[in-house]
Structures are given as C-alpha cells and as structure tokens.
C-alpha cells in the first residue's frame, strides 16, 4: 500500500530552456533519450500543452524556444534522479557548442 | 468543416476531390487496406521503416566524415524520431484499427506533428522541415518509384500545393485540374495569370494548411470569393451546387451576346479585346465574341520551356494567334520578364528590388539577340495579319527610340532576305509607370497607339508590392492617384488623335467599366472569360451617364469613398439589368 503511494507521487522541477536554438531536434532527443531511461512517466508542460518527455515528437511540438519556461513532472519509483538528470541537461545547455556567449 | 479565405486569382467555382501534393510535388491519395491485407501491408511498413533508417543512417555517416558529429547528430534525431515509439504505435494503429493504407497514416500521422509548428514564427516553424525530411524518407521507402505525380492523374481533381511554378501550372492537365489552391503566391504573380489564361479556378496566398489535408476528401474551391473549404458538410455543397447552376444559366445567357457587338445605349461603339498568354488561348477569347486581341504575353515562350526559344517556337505561337483571330488585330507585346526568371546563363547580381530592376524592355534592349530573335518572328507574323508590337515598361524616350531602332533594323535584315513583313506595322508602347504618364504628350508622338497596364501602374504609383500582404491593402485601383494618371492618359491619347486601350485588372472587373467608359476609354483588353460582362455593361449604359459617374469619382479624396461609389453604381446597374 504505502510502496504503490510512494511510486506513484509525482515530483515536478521547473527548467528554462536556456541554449539559444531552443528544443529543436537535437536536444529533443537528448531529452527523449535520458527520458527513456527511466521507469518513472515524464512530461513536460509549458502553459497549455502537455508532452510525454519520453517522445522526441512530442517534445519538438512544444516549440520551446530559448527562455521559454517549462515544468518536468516525473512519476514513478525514480522520479527523483530522473528529475534531477533532466534538470542537468537543461542546465548544461544540452552541450550546445558556439553557444557560450548566447 | 474548415473555411479558408485566400487570395482569389482565377475565377470559377469547382467541387471535387482534393489532390495533395507533398513538399516535393508528390501526391498522397487517400487509400483504404483490406482487412486480410493488414497484416502485408503493416510488414510493408516495417521494411519501410528500416529502408527509411538505413538511408537516414547513410546520410548520417557520410556528414560525419564530412562534417564531424555535431552535424550528424541531427540525423540522430531523426532516427529517434522514425522509431519514436508514439509515432510507431499511431501508425500501427493507423492500418489496423482504421485501415488506412501506410503511405496515407504516414503522411497524415507526421504532419500532425508538424502542424503544431505551423502558426509560429519563421524561426521556429523551419523546425517542422526536420518533421517532413522524416516524412519523406519513409515515403520514399514506401513508394519506391511508384510516386505518383501530377502527370499520372486520371480522374478529375483540385490541386492543392504549398506553391506552383508558373511553368507548373502551365502544365496541369486541364481536362483533369478542375482548379488549384496554393499556401503561397500574391495577386499579379506570375501563376495566377497563367491560371486565370487557362480558365482554372484558382485561390492563392492561403498561407499554411496543407497539415489539415491528407487528399482524397471533397474540396470546394470558389475561385470569386477567394475561398477553399476542406471537408464540406452537405448544405454547403448543395448551396454551392446551386451556384454552379445559377452560373451555367448566367454564362448562357452571356453567350448570346457573343454576335452582337460592344455599343452603350447612345451609339458608342466599344472594342472589347482578350489578353491571352497561351496561343488556344485565342479561341476561348473568339467563342466569347471579341474585337481582337489587346494583350498577347509573351513570357509562356520562356516559362514553359527549359531552353531559350528559338524564333521558330516564337513565329509558330504567333501565326496560330493570328490566324485564329483571321482579320481581327493582335497586339503581340514583347518580353515582360524581370532577369530573375530568365534562363540565360549569365545572370546579373541577384538585385535587391527586382520590381525596380533589370526586367521587361530594359532587360532586352540589354538582351539584344534575344530581343532581335522575338522582333523578327513578330514581324514575319505581321505578314499574315494585322499584327502590331507593343514594348512594356517604357518610362524614358531612350528606351522607345532605342527599341524603335532595333525594330527598324530587323526590319532591315528582312527586307535584305526578301522575308515578308509588314513594313507599316503599327508600334505601341504600355503606360505603367507615373514617368510614362508625366510625358505622355512627348511619348504619344512616336507611337500608334498606347496601352496602360494598370496593374503595374498601381504598383508603382502608390509604391506598393501587390504580393506583399503588410501592404497590399494599399494596392487600391480606385485610388484617387490613379484615376487622376489614367485620366490625364487618356486626355493625352485623345488630343493626338493616338488609340488607347486598358489592359490589366482593372478593364476586366465591371465595378470600372462605366468610370473608363466615362474617362474616355473606347478600348478595354480583357481576359477571356470577363468579356461577356463587361460586354453586357458597354451594351447597358449610356457614354453620358459614365461621364457623370467618371467626374464624380475623379471630384473623391481617397480610395475608400471611390470604391464604395463604384460598386454603388455597379449594383444599381446589375439590378436594372437583372431585373
């Protein structure tokens, strides 16, 4: 009972999409991928719209561009560390070179 | 149900079936699978969706060695995009739930995903194109080489296309294209003319709607209004039906005037010409009863052809014309093309305004053997005919005396070679510039006759881009600026005892034709399919009146008050004819 409520929580983080293309395909995939490397159900949310983190599709539709604000919400049993794994490849800039001075 | 509003440049209405050409003129058809075929037709996508990742994973490899892996890893993406497990699941669905063919879940499935980049700005909205490559990989895997194009249609459809090229749209099949509909393209383009030549409905500058289409499904297209409807419901169709109806009754009642001729009810007697573009063009404008042809465009030589043509392709197009209109004259105006669209190899600096630029009679007195090359399969012409030549775009005395010599001397040539000609034949010149119409009364005594291309003369009076949709609102004909020039024209012609004709838009809508008629103008060049009822509005009004209606509109301040007198007036007409 208590191991069920404990997986099903769902935490959320707020990011900025900070790298100056925004979410184009790249770092959507980068996203996708790290997403998918978890148990725990991702999405991401930006007003609106609502995104299975895990889906380089459906994470492109958002057109984040850069400085656009959006809430990870990540449910399941290691929603934490995947929280925290996503929130560091926003904060790294998803690696993009050239983009320092951006 | 979805209404669209674009840009009417063809009249006509057509109901039919949407043809949807992809980003790379493809056509998608919306298929049905057999039940006991799903299970084939799922296999055939699965061997797709590995066709398509190999070729993804060649290109991938190739820019990496080429490039490095930051440039790869875009190809990265699109893999992760072709296996998206969303993506994979819809599309299985697609087939089996609801047996769409796979090329058709596809198509339809990934530009869902697109359209939600669709009413973005530019920026972002090039992230789609990532969207449509992985579109077309699998399509491409999908069809191998049994794509469809425009050229193996069978039955009749509506095109529906991000853009056409005007040697495009000069090539649809017209038993078959029953009208078309594009995302870009402005009023005055190049395509809507040649659509409006070939009598195809047509509406343009929808802007982006092709994600809402997937082919197959009933269109109405009203090429009057400007207007294409996805998805009809039945009312709508059967008003529209109606319509289509009411037309046919109206265009036979039309028809009866081909015989009688252009005269207002005080005994003036109007001449009605066509502008064509193609050559059978010519029959269309004679079934409708004109007085010749007024504006014969040139420009198709060179659009629907990948060579230069040859004076053999240029005296052939010419002689089919005149012989057709047996008698009648046919005035033959020389290239009016800007340098961007020519195709000779040496292409000047891409130029920053080409409105302004290198094009019609300054390009080919640039150009002279191309220049000579049409001058002389125009002359040959005027020995089967009464053909005369009008030069575009003529805005100092230079360029007409400059282009006068270069007539005289093909002339010359012919006569050296004992080709026929006639030697007499009349030269005109096109008013479309302000400059043009400042020196009229010094133009008018080199020339036979004058033609004012209005739609030019707007664009450059009232310094607006008609295709541009910030400004086009100010591309007014009935702006005061402009009836102010065509007046003045007009005077001029008149006081020399010189001819003078309107071609362009304005002499084909019958919300003008009692203003010219009060103006002064004797001769309106038309399309093909507006000389039924500028003929029926020459034959029910009186010169007098138009005088009346032509002082009023000229006594306005702006554009606005001017247009909505004329339509007044226009109504007033249509109700005492109607009635």
Redesign the interface.
Known sequence: MSREAVSQETLSREVVVANSQGLHARPADMLAREARKWQSRIELVADAQRADGKSILEVLTLAAEAGTRLVVEATGPDARQALEAIGSLFERRFNEQNDQES | MLKLQGIAVSPGVTIGEALVLDAEGFRIPRRFVERSAVDTELARLAAAVAEATREIERNRDAIRSELGD?YA??F???L??LH????QQELTSAVRDRNWWPEYAVSRTLRR?AK??QN?DN??AQ?AH??YDVEKSLLRALLGQRRETLASISQPVVVLAHNLTPSETANLDRRLVKGFATELGGPGSHTAIVAEGLEIPAVVGIGPFLADVSGGEPVILDGNQGVVILQPDEETIARYRQELEAAKSVAARLGALRDLPAETTDGVRVQITGNIEFPDEAEHCLARGCDGIGLYRTEFLYLTSKREPTEEDHFAAYRAVVEAMAGRPVVIRTLDLGADKMLTETRPEEERNPCLGLRSIRLSLRQLPIFRTQLRAILRASALGDVRVMFPLVSTIVELRQARMVLADVMEDLAEHGIAFNPKMPVGMMVETPAAVMMLDVFIKEVDFVSIGTNDLIQYTLAVDRGNKEVAELYNACDPAVLRLLSRSLDVAREAGVPANVCGQMSGSVMFTQLLLGLGLRQLSVPASAIPEVKQVCRSVSVADCRVIAEKALAMDGAREVKAYLRDQMRRLLAQTVA
């Open positions: 930051q890893a875009i990265e993406a699109h992760a995009m998206d497990e969303r993506l995903y939600a980049f973005l920026h972002i992230r990532d969207i």
